[in-house]
């Protein structure tokens, strides 16, 4: 594999050096360190990419989720997360290296080195071979005559689709449902509240631990979701008057939510909002602080979603979020 080239060769090399000293560290309080093989197998990824992931000398960028996943399975120091994070997202921005020798496909248009134009004179008259023209065969017939009625059948069809969307539109024009409420009862937005329980790792935990700082409750926000953080579930539903299971259902997620707005934006349930936004792909940075640039974020989420277009995050969005996250990962 090609090494890391440009001004974020560095960021690849300082990166890896983080990975490994996670991972060379990962044996204490009695846990033995986990070879590359077993680590490799949990993160879901092969064996050599890891220890490409792993080596300074010869290093590979390793994803965000990857990064994320490493440290909360290393049991890494929480304070070397957002360096982790700044400096995947610095190395990924690295430009892949071009080929030295790009294809150059010939334009359709185009006419090849080595053909005869068809209005050029040949030197030589006599050496030009025209190729008899292929006899058409029953077989030919049959294929044409197959690839007609093919095009008729697609015909008819578009045509009935054509009917049946402008029975449609007209019927939402007449007080039925409208497009946009069609599209947005089978999006995210419809999607179930996803369970989050004890032994789930990454965006499931990181989001329960998020909120309930944000409602005052003392968990450390690692993404692991153990037993201080189902604990706290429990302190949580109890005092909702929620089964206290420590299972954050669709009753538990609709408590533990909190509606965010310019007017009410607790800074832990922000950082959970961006953190979201962000998994999601739409750019955001992780403040805590609900600043214009999250409200356009967060535009930018609800149209793709088909929701309202509010720059408020209330429990439509919410659940939308969550059901945009990445697979769930449990140990």
Excluded: C
Excluded at 32 to 39: A, E, G, Y
Excluded at 203 to 222: N, S
């Amino acid at each position: 594999m090609t090494g890391p080239t440009g001004p974020d060769r560095e960021a690849v090399r300082a990166l890896a050096e983080l990975l490994r000293k996670w991972w060379e560290l990962s044996a204490r309080e009695g846990r033995p360190k986990p070879t590359q093989q077993s680590l490799a197998g949990r993160l879901g990824i092969d064996q050599t990419t890891l220890s490409r992931y792993l080596n300074p000398r010869h290093p590979s960028t390793a994803p965000l989720r990857t990064v994320e996943l490493l440290h909360t399975v290393l049991r890494a120091p929480a304070a070397d997360l957002p360096r982790a994070r700044a400096l995947a997202e610095e190395a990924a921005a690295v430009p892949a290296r071009k080929s030295p020798h790009p294809a150059d496909p010939t334009p359709a248009d185009a006419t090849p080195a080595d053909a005869t134009p068809a209005d050029a004179t040949p030197a030589d008259a006599s050496a030009v071979v025209v190729a008899p023209a292929p006899r058409r065969t029953a077989t030919t017939r049959t294929a044409t005559l197959r690839t007609a009625l093919a095009f008729l059948a697609v015909l008819a069809l578009g045509g009935g689709i054509g009917l049946g969307w402008s029975a449609f539109a007209h019927r939402a024009g007449q007080g039925g449902p409208s497009v946009a409420a069609a599209a947005a009862s089978t999006g995210p937005a419809a999607s179930r509240w996803p369970l989050a329980r004890k032994g789930d790792l990454l965006w499931k935990a990181r989001t329960v631990q998020y909120l309930l700082q944000a409602h005052g409750h003392a968990v450390e926000a690692d993404g692991d979701f153990g037993a201080a953080t189902a604990a706290a579930v429990k302190t949580f539903q109890a005092a909702h008057g929620l089964l206290a299971d420590g299972k954050v259902g669709a009753q538990t997620w609709s408590h533990l939510i909190i509606r965010i707005d310019s007017h009410n934006d607790p800074k832990q349930a922000v950082v959970a909002l961006q953190y979201l936004l962000n998994n999601t792909g739409t750019a955001t940075d992780i403040t805590g602080i609900f600043t214009p640039s999250t409200t356009r974020s967060l535009d930018t989420f609800q149209r793709a979603r088909a929701l309202p277009v509010t720059g408020v995050a209330d429990p439509a969005t919410w659940r939308a979020l969550l059901a945009s996250q990445g697979p769930a990962i449990h140990r």
